[in-house]
């Protein structure tokens, strides 16, 4: 098990470290295989830092399941360095599908990773950047992080965050136009997830609905 660990690692940190260099491939499998061992969700980056979304396995009391990651990556020296992993989470469908819609008065914005103040690599750590990953909602078809950056939302909703300035650590969600929902993630983990229970108790990360 620890060389399986170790493999399942390595793959994570290579996976986000090529969305790094490379960006988000044309097209990717919705489910886990031999030749698909990590699924790309997304790379968000914001000057020298970026947060990666990653579908890979993990290990849990039943065995190895699929399993929702976040990498935080560094650069350094004029290259991209991934130095955090954090999952678990089980995806809200598997194998991957289109997002669902929201139940009425539902959150449009769920937040399943962070945010979580990284300091980056090193004996001396740089100033604090947020590291988050969110999925939306059908009924959106782009977020906005901050005042200027835009992002495209992706079939299955999951989309990677990261703030250098902390400043610019608000998501707004945006459908046909109009502003859909947002979220402060200054707010922190804690009452960013009591909020989010508070408006859909029954809703996934909370518990994993069957797919009407």
């Known amino acids: 098990m620890e060389q399986d660990r170790a493999r399942l ?15 988000m491939p044309g097209s990717s499998a919705r489910e886990l295989d031999d030749e698909n061992p990590v699924i790309p969700l997304g790379i ?9 979304a990653l ?4 290990e849990q009391d039943s065995g190895y399941e699929p399993s929702l990651w976040t ?11 991934p130095y ?12 991957l599908a289109d997002r669902r819609s929201c139940p009425r008065d539902g959150p449009r914005i769920r937040l399943y990773m962070g945010p979580n103040p990284e300091h980056g690599l090193g004996r001396r750590p740089g100033p604090a ?17 901050g005042t ?4 495209e939302v992706p079939f299955h909703g999951y989309v990677p965050i990261a703030v250098r300035n902390l400043e610019n650590a608000v998501v707004t969600a945006f459908g ?8 402060d993630l200054r707010r922190g983990a804690n009452d960013l997830y009591r909020e989010l229970r508070r408006r859909d108790p029954d809703g996934w990360p909370f518990k994993v609905r069957p797919r009407p």
């Open 9 to 23: 690692t390595e793959q994570l940190r290579d996976a986000s470290y090529l969305l790094a260099v490379q960006g």
């Open 44 to 52: 968000h980056i914001d000057q020298n830092v970026a947060t990666a």
């Open 55 to 58: 579908l890979g396995w993990s």
């Open 71 to 81: 990498a935080s990556i560094e650069q350094q020296e004029g290259d991209w360095v």
């Open 84 to 95: 955090g992993l954090a999952g678990g989470l089980p995806p809200s469908d598997y194998p």
């Open 129 to 145: 950047w947020l590291s988050a990953a969110l999925q939306v909602t059908a009924e959106v078809d782009s977020i906005r992080v």
């Open 148 to 151: 200027a950056s835009f992002l």
């Open 176 to 183: 046909d136009g109009s502003q859909l929902d947002t979220l």
